[in-house]
């Protein structure tokens, strides 16, 4: 190493870190043209004081879809004064009441009185001012199949998207965000008969597109020559084998502190490797936390196995929750999107192929996410 290859006490590989942070909503987002265009298709109606097209996001994790539906938001708020927008999480707001304190903070900018009061009378005031102030509202529930997962599903989107039969001239829109459309299984059909989302899909990025993507952030969160084009190739192949874009930024940023404390002016691989390692945890365990609680249940019986055959693994999952076949199929194959498992036709049975199925992770990995989840 060379003296200029030392980075002094005070100095950072850092231009600008905040691009590295998980909430930062980009200016340059491409490759996701048509689905943006299709949601704001969707809420035109909303600038004309019309009700807006409910919509449905679909795709896995770190593909976008939040972001898509912020950066729509933001420029709703520009050119829609008579559109209010709200954006739930709902793995933190899981209930109806939780859902409408969360709209009432955005309308008012307080929290609603948090003792004693009854959610129809926090709905009515919501509404009332809505039609009062003739305004459109949009709400945007992220992880929706959270509410699925509590049981409170159907009441939160009964209430938003049946407003107006009770309370005439209220507008509201509805934008529902999961990983798989089969996540909506709770829905019933007094909600479905409402609902009707256009389905806006967004599928997982392809190799060249991570790094069009990441090189974006390498020059504004990086002083030049930083990290170079191999160094970033290592990183997309990490986001090529998980599929989630939130993975490269946080190892780019992991990465760039590890160089930081070597006292190093450049990322290696070996920085990378690192950061690697210390978060590979902290992605999946993410994600499985995201799973059903049958999801989880098919997933730790896989984990247990080194490979096991379609069948079996059907028959002791039908025993351990009584699920049918349907549902079985549609949760080995979303396991396989989300890149838990492989699930490929390889070995041969007695009645011709087999689908082999088995974890592409750590079994040992997966079962210790699965205890923290
Ligand atoms: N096309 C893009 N251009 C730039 N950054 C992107 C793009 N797509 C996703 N990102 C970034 O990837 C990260 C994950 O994106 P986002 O949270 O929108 O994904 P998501 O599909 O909503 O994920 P999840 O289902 O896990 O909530 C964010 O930091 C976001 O800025």
């Known amino acids: 190493m060379t003296g200029n290859d030392i980075l002094l006490w005070d100095e950072t590989l850092f231009k600008d870190l905040s691009v590295l942070e998980p909430d930062y909503l980009p200016e340059y987002f491409p490759h996701r043209d048509s689905?943006?265009?299709a949601l704001k298709f969707a809420l035109k109606p909303a600038l004309r004081g019309m009700r807006p097209l409910n919509c449905l996001l679909?795709?896995?994790?770190?593909?976008?879809?939040t972001s898509a539906v912020m950066k729509t938001f933001k420029e709703l708020e520009v050119h829609a004064p008579n559109v209010v927008t709200v954006k739930v999480n709902c793995q933190i707001d899981s209930t109806r009441f939780a859902v409408m304190s969360r709209i009432y903070r955005q309308l008012?900018?307080?929290?609603?009185?948090?003792?004693?009061i009854a959610?129809?009378?926090?709905?009515?005031?919501?509404?009332n001012f809505l039609v009062s102030?003739?305004?459109?509202?949009?709400?945007?529930?992220?992880?929706?199949?959270?509410?699925?997962?509590?049981?409170?599903?159907?009441?939160?989107?009964?209430?938003?998207?049946?407003?107006?039969?009770?309370?005439?001239?209220?507008?509201?829109?509805?934008?529902?965000?999961?990983?798989?459309?089969?996540?909506?299984?709770?829905?019933?059909?007094?909600v479905n008969s409402v609902f009707l989302p256009e389905e806006i899909s967004f599928p997982r990025y392809e190799k060249a597109?991570?790094?069009?993507?990441?090189?974006?952030?390498?020059?504004?969160?990086?002083?030049?020559?930083?990290?170079?084009?191999?160094?970033?190739?290592?990183?997309?192949?990490?986001?090529?084998?998980?599929?989630?874009?939130?993975?490269?930024?946080?190892?780019?940023?992991r990465s760039g502190f590890?160089?930081?404390?070597?006292?190093?002016?450049?990322?290696?691989?070996?920085?990378?490797?690192?950061?690697?390692?210390?978060?590979?945890?902290?992605?999946?365990?993410?994600?499985?936390?995201?799973?059903?609680?049958?999801?989880?249940?098919?997933l730790e019986l896989i984990a247990k196995k080194d490979e096991i055959k379609a069948g079996e693994l059907y028959k002791s999952f039908h025993e351990l929750t009584q699920l049918g076949y349907t549902r079985f199929y549609g949760m080995v194959n979303r396991l396989q999107t989300?890149?838990?498992?492989?699930?490929?036709?390889t070995g041969k049975g007695k009645r011709g192929r087999t689908r082999m199925i088995k974890t592409k992770y750590e079994a040992d990995d997966i079962l210790s996410c699965l205890k923290k989840a």
């Open 209 to 253: 597109e991570i790094m069009d993507i990441l090189k974006d952030r390498v020059r504004y969160g990086f002083y030049p020559k930083v990290i170079s084009d191999e160094v970033l190739e290592h990183i997309v192949s990490y986001v090529e084998k998980t599929g989630d874009l939130r993975v490269g930024i946080d190892l780019l940023r």
């Open 108 to 116: 008012f900018g307080i929290s609603p009185p948090n003792s004693g």
């Open 119 to 127: 959610f129809r009378k926090l709905f009515e005031t919501v509404v």
């Open 338 to 345: 989300l890149n838990y498992v492989d699930a490929d036709f």
């Open 133 to 190: 102030s003739e305004k459109v509202l949009i709400v945007a529930l992220d992880d929706l199949n959270y509410l699925c997962c509590e049981g409170h599903a159907n009441e939160v989107m009964y209430s938003l998207l049946r407003a107006h039969e009770q309370y005439p001239g209220t507008k509201i829109g509805v934008i529902g965000i999961v990983n798989d459309a089969s996540d909506l299984y709770c829905l019933d059909s007094r």
């Open 35 to 37: 689905q943006l265009n």
């Open 58 to 65: 679909v795709g896995p994790p770190g593909t976008g879809k």
């Open 258 to 298: 590890n160089a930081e404390r070597r006292g190093s002016r450049m990322i290696l691989s070996e920085d990378v490797e690192k950061a690697y390692e210390a978060s590979k945890l902290l992605h999946l365990c993410r994600g499985i936390s995201l799973l059903s609680d049958s999801e989880k249940q098919l």
